[in-house]
């Protein structure tokens, strides 16, 4: 299998110089369109201690693995400029955990924020300078390029390669979807959230604990019960150590209701000028990018005037209200959250749980194909090209797959309930619906649409089934 992968170029490495931190950018997307080596911050940092605890927090994450930790993925940073604030998010390498850093404006003085997205060089040896800087040194930040004399001296001009996986890409699109429904749960003082995080283990295997909000702090349980929240691989917590000394508060957010059995959940603390936020996959074995949380609104058939309409709308702001855009667009809601989906999934949305809003932000990858990036949408595609979705018999929908046959039950409105095939028995719907099902509610969405001919769903994509 071929690894899509975005190259990344830096003029010279970032670094950390006498009270100044040059953040070197690689190509990006900004409003004027794409750029080389955008600039988008020069200033001071108003809390010098927390904001590089923090962006060191976040380059860590990016290095490390905590699902079979063999070896190092030293990945660079995403950072988006929403105009009045700066955002750096990354993934670890196993893919489990999305951390994100938000500068917020009261953490930042100097030139105005500029707006755009890019990645930024974390190296070794800046990581090494933010760890060993003076406590209390005033420091400067500088995010872009600055001008070089190429040529003057040994290393003025540096151009790396930094391999980026689609697996970040996925990643975001479906922690977005996923955070979208989390509520906040809990909301523990400083001193309660120091207490309660240098508590927990640095290390292990992905044992799953469950906490309970009791006064102004967490108690653990033994089992998921009402009010529980899921503490899925506590090591992985751990990247938020170094910023204790400056938490200021830890806001906790899960899904609502009672869990059944493991959930994401994401973990804010925040500290003066800004807050880091570590969201945690439900096993440290599993990665963001196959959550398959978009799928049922990727498999609309979304005209794509309506994805560029909200496009050309969005506008690195940081808040991101549908129901704006569906005004200022003219479309109706729920076209809003299909197109929105599919923008999702070129990075282009994320999700801030503080604000409780979508923010804009677009990632230096090429568009592509939305089936390339969905293997199970791309399955079901083909099992509707090859006319593999029988006719309803009952309560089930058989489902032709070479030799293989798969019954998905659906309901009395004929929606798909769930099928018979391996990925079902192991996830129950939890990773979203497999090929099969997916493939049923397209069908149905067909059956009722005027004059929709079941091949133009397939839309001539090439791929295997889902087996």
């Known amino acids: ?72 993925a030293s990945l660079d940073p995403v950072v988006t400029a929403d105009g009045d604030r700066l955002r750096f998010e990354s993934f670890s390498g196993c893919g489990g955990v999305h ?33 060993l800087r003076t406590p209390g040194e005033r420091l400067r930040l500088a995010v872009g390029a600055e001008e070089l004399a190429v040529g003057v001296g040994a290393g003025e001009l540096v151009e790396r390669k930094v391999p980026l996986p689609q697996r970040w890409l996925k990643g975001f699109a479906e922690t977005q979807v996923l955070t979208a429904r989390f509520d906040r749960r809990a909301e523990l003082p400083a001193a309660e959230a120091v207490r309660f995080l240098r508590a927990l283990p640095t290390t292990g295997r992905g044992t799953v604990r469950w906490v309970l909000p009791a006064g102004p702090g967490l108690r653990a349980t033994s089992r998921p019960g009402p009010g529980a929240i899921c503490l899925p691989g506590p090591e992985r917590l751990s990247a938020l ?102 923008l999702a999934t070129g990075g282009q949305i994320g999700y801030d749980l503080a604000e409780a809003a979508h923010f804009h932000r677009r990632l230096p990858y090429e568009s592509g194909r939305v089936e390339d990036r969905n293997p199970r949408l791309r399955s079901a595609r083909a099992l509707l090209a090859a006319d593999a979705v029988g006719p309803v018999t009952g309560d089930l929908r058989v489902v032709t797959v070479g030799d293989h046959v798969h019954h998905v039950r659906v309901g009395a409105d004929g929606t798909a309930l769930g099928c018979t095939c391996r990925w079902w028995a192991r996830h129950r719907g939890d990773r979203g619906p497999c090929s099969h099902v997916l493939a049923v509610r397209m069908t149905g969405r067909a059956d009722w649409a005027d004059g929709t001919d079941r091949a133009d769903w397939a839309d001539g994509t090439d791929g295997a089934a889902q087996k």
Do not use: K
């Open 99 to 131: 951390a994100r850093l938000d500068v917020l404006p009261e953490g930042l003085d100097g030139a105005a924020t500029g707006h755009g997205t890019t990645n930024v060089d974390v190296n070794a040896p800046l990581r090494e300078a933010l760890r």
């Open 241 to 342: 150590r170094p910023l204790l000394r400056h938490a200021t508060a830890l806001h906790v957010y899960a899904p609502p209701g009672t869990p059944a059995g493991p959930t994401a959940s994401a973990w804010e603390l925040a500290f003066p000028g800004g807050r880091l936020t570590l969201t945690l996959s439900p096993d440290s074995s599993r990665g963001f990018s196959g959550e398959g949380g978009l799928l049922d609104l990727l498999a609309a058939d979304v005209p794509a005037a309506d994805v560029d309409a909200l496009a050309a709308l969005l506008a690195w702001d940081p808040r991101i209200e549908p129901a704006d855009l569906a005004e200022d667009s003219g479309l109706a809601p729920d076209r809003v959250r299909a197109a929105l989906a599919h």
């Open 1 to 72: 299998m071929t690894t899509a992968v975005h190259a990344l170029r830096y003029l010279h490495p970032s670094a950390l110089r006498p009270s100044r931190l040059d953040l070197a950018t690689s190509g990006g997307a900004t409003p004027q369109g794409a750029a080389e080596h955008p600039r988008f911050f020069a200033g001071v940092l108003r809390h010098p201690d927390a904001a590089a605890a923090a962006l060191l927090a976040v380059a860590d994450v990016a290095a490390a693995r905590y699902h079979r930790p063999v070896g190092a």
